[in-house]
C-alpha cells in the first residue's frame, strides 16, 4: 500500500511539471550572468602535473620559500636546489605563513631513488590541510603498512581507495579538493571537513568527511579552529628525506 501511494505522489508530481513545462521555451532557463571567470589555465607537464592556473597563488614555483615560514615562526629553511626544495629533518616542521579556508592544493612530491627503511620510517611526510588534518605522504610503493596510514591515507583515519605510486625517483602529483569546517559555539563540528584527493590522476579520498584531528596515537580529536596553513611534515624517520615542487593553491 505504501508503495503505491509512493507511485502516485510521483505520478501526480510528473503531471505537475509537465504541465509547468507548457509554454517553455529553451531560452527561458538559460542565463548569461554572472559569467564564470577566466582562467587561464597551467602548462601539462612530463609526469602529469599542471603549473599553476592563472588564478592560483603561487605557494612554490622552483625559487625560494618565501611563501612558508618554520612552524616556530622563524624562516623556512629546507635546502631549495634546481627548482625543488628538499626536507630537512634538522629543522622540523614549515608551513605556508597564508591562512586558508576552502582551497584546491596541487603539490608534487618525489621520494629519492636511493630510499631505505620500511613502513612507515619510509619516506615519511605529509601534507596537512589547515594544519590540522594530515594527508599521507610516505613511499608505498612496494612497502607495506597499515593501510590507513600509507600513501593517501586520511592519516589513521581513511584508507585510500588505490595505490597509485610512482616509484622513488619519479614525481608523485597530488591534486587535494578541501572542504573547511565550520564550528558550533561550543567547539564541536557543525560541519566536518572534508577531502577529495587525486593522485597521478586516480582518486584516492573521493568526498572523504575528516572525523578531527590525525594523531599518531589514539582517536580523532575535535579542536576548533579558522583559517589555516598548509603544513608539510618534517617525519623522524631516519630515511632519505624526500622533495617537493610545484605547489599552487586555489581558495574556493
Ligand atoms: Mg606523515
Known sequence: ??????????????????????????????????????????????????????????????????????????????PVKDGVFTVDKSKGDIRTKEKFESFQLHIEWRIPENIHGEGQLRGNSGVYLQGMYEIQVLDSYNNPTYVNGQAGSVYKQSVPLANAMRKPGEWNVYDIIYTAPTFKEDGTYRTRPMVTLIQNGVVLQYNTVILGTTEYIGFPRTVKHGAGPILLQSHGDPSEPISYRNIWIRKM
Open 1 to 78: 500500500m505504501k508503495t503505491l501511494v509512493s507511485l502516485a505522489v510521483v505520478a501526480v508530481a510528473g503531471i505537475g511539471s509537465a504541465f509547468a513545462q507548457e509554454g517553455m521555451r529553451p531560452e527561458m532557463s538559460e542565463f548569461y550572468d554572472p559569467k564564470p571567470p577566466v582562467v587561464v589555465p597551467g602548462v601539462e607537464l612530463a609526469g602529469g602535473g599542471f603549473t599553476a592556473p592563472s588564478d592560483a597563488i603561487i605557494l612554490f614555483d622552483g625559487k625560494d620559500l618565501s611563501a612558508w615560514e618554520n612552524t616556530n615562526g622563524g624562516p623556512a629553511e629546507w
